[in-house]
């Protein structure tokens, strides 16, 4: 039997209050298994975003649980949840989100130093996942002199240098050309299925869904159909 990584029941997030309110979730029921690759699509507007920040406890919740490993995220303390996602979760983001101030390894190994893993063991792993991603060479240059599809490969080492249990990008391609969406999406193919790692991505892309495992659609927060 496959084992659920990330699960959700009656998930809610409303924003506002009277006449302003709105329901951004309506009561969202999911189940994610381990070493899954899931796309989330659907128009703009739909709750895509909010679902993976919810999910992800980056954002409260208004009502119902997520529970990833068996861990209730939105009754942790914010330190601990924030512990939590430091040490079981990666982030991918449209934007890359590098810092501009520090080399492509140094923007890698941050997330290790964090949680306290020795600088030495950090480099060593940094460099070897850059190396991994094709960029070997690159390691030390700035996110000003590469291209934006080597960015979102530093942004990639990034989040997957912890090993995390799970994955969430939220766009990962959407600022790339058709050529750099397609490698970033090899490689997250590749990942996952080299290390099962769980990967959820939120994208308006049809050729990023087609290589997942499931493609769930959202329409007005809550999901309509699956695939």
């Known amino acids: 039997m496959a084992e659920v990584v990330v699960s959700g029941e009656g998930v809610w997030k409303v924003y506002g209050q009277g006449e302003t309110k709105v329901q951004a979730l309506r ?7 381990r070493g899954e690759m899931l796309a989330v699509m659907g128009p703009s507007g739909s709750g895509k975003t909010t679902f993976l920040n919810c999910f992800s406890g980056l954002d409260d919740i208004s009502d119902g649980s997520v529970k990833i490993d068996g861990v209730d995220i939105h009754r942790l303390r914010d330190k601990a949840k924030s512990d939590y996602r430091a040490r079981r979760m990666g982030f991918v983001f449209q934007s890359y989100n590098l810092l501009p101030v520090l080399s492509a ?22 460099l070897a996942l850059l190396g991994e ?9 700035f996110p000003a002199e590469l291209s934006g599809g080597q960015q979102q490969r530093v942004s990639l080492a990034r ?11 939220d766009e990962p391609t959407g600022n790339l050309d058709e050529e750099g969406s397609h490698q970033v999406t090899v490689l997250l193919r590749d ?16 050729m990023v869904a087609k290589v997942c495992d499931r493609t769930l659609q959202m329409h007005d927060g809550h999901f309509v159909d699956a695939e």
């Open 133 to 141: 991603l094709g960029l070997g060479e690159r390691v030390h240059h």
């Open 159 to 169: 989040a997957l240098v912890a090993r995390p249990a799970i994955v969430w990008a």
């Open 191 to 206: 990942l996952n299925q080299r290390h099962h790692q769980t990967i959820v991505i939120v994208t308006h892309d049809p």
């Open 105 to 126: 390894v140094e923007n890698v190994e941050m997330p290790l130093l964090i949680t306290g893993v020795s600088a030495k063991e950090a480099r060593e792993r940094s």
């Open 27 to 33: 009561g969202l029921d999911v189940a994610i298994e």
